[in-house]
């Protein structure tokens, strides 16, 4: 089915989203990872819609969603929580699974915590929830950026996120060319035009300088996951630049039942690897939500 594009009104808020599937077939709520946005999911959108209903939208500081009216010092994980936790109310989404990748992730764990949303399975896609297992050597970067004051974190992650060429850095990594030559270039324009939208500069270093939040909360996450015991599918690119397969390996501690499957891409699955993507997801939900 077609996709169709969309803004919400959320408390002041327009926020974007992409859509394609049945009202009446369940529904699976898609977050996105950084520097991306929904974009990431529109070849999901368009191949997987013909069983579920797909809902992606565009977290606040990415995509098209307007940020105007947000001080930058509101950019917090917590914030991109309520915000979604918002846009899923104004849709009144009952969501039945849940796909969530990097940033997404760290969102979507707030909204399970919280039981903002209950769904009977859940995706993860390159995204961790245990503090040090299968970091790679950018990863052990957000350690050193939460005890660096924050004059000097900001001038270098200005430098390493918010250029293009830093964004083009984010988006093709250190993959081999057959594989980077995949990445869709629209992806980092988009960011670029986005970086240069009033705001998302601050918004975005804010979001930066709050990851510790994130692994703060690792520990309620764990045992939420090991309480709930979710039917899970981990989607993991081998060659990411910041995880290892070790930290997708690290969710069987508390969901031994996992599916794993891993590819030969990096944390960008959905631009290299869309069809193994596509055909494990559809494979996965098949089973889970009939």
Known sequence: MQPTHGYAAVEGKRIFYREAGSLNAPTVLLLHGSPSSSFQFRFVLQELSDN?????????????????????????????????????????????????????????????TSDVIRPKALIIQNSEAYHGIGWREPM????????????????????????????????????????????????????????????????????????????????????????????????WGELDQYLSPDAARAYRQDLPDAELCFFGGGHWLLESHIKEVNAAVRDFLSTRLK
């Open 52 to 112: 579920w209903r797909l809902i992606a939208p565009d977290m606040p500081a990415f995509g098209f969603t307007e940020i105007v009216a947000d001080p930058p010092e509101s950019f917090t994980f917590d914030y991109l929580a309520l915000t979604v936790r918002q846009f899923i109310e104004r849709l009144r989404l009952t969501v039945d699974a849940a796909y969530l990748h990097d940033y997404g992730a760290q969102v979507g764990f707030r909204l399970l």
């Open 140 to 235: 052990w970067g957000v350690e050193k950026r939460l005890t660096t004051p924050r004059e000097k974190s900001s001038a270098r992650l200005r430098q390493a996120f918010l250029t293009k060429a830093g964004i083009e850095r984010e988006f093709t990594e250190d993959l081999p060319p057959d594989i980077a030559n995949k990445i869709d270039p629209a992806s980092v324009e988009l960011r670029w035009n986005k970086v240069n939208s009033p705001g998302t500069v601050e918004a975005t270093l804010n979001l930066l300088m709050d990851y510790g939040s994130n692994i703060e909360r690792y520990p309620q996450v764990q045992g939420y996951l090991r309480a709930k015991r979710f039917p899970t599918l981990l989607l």
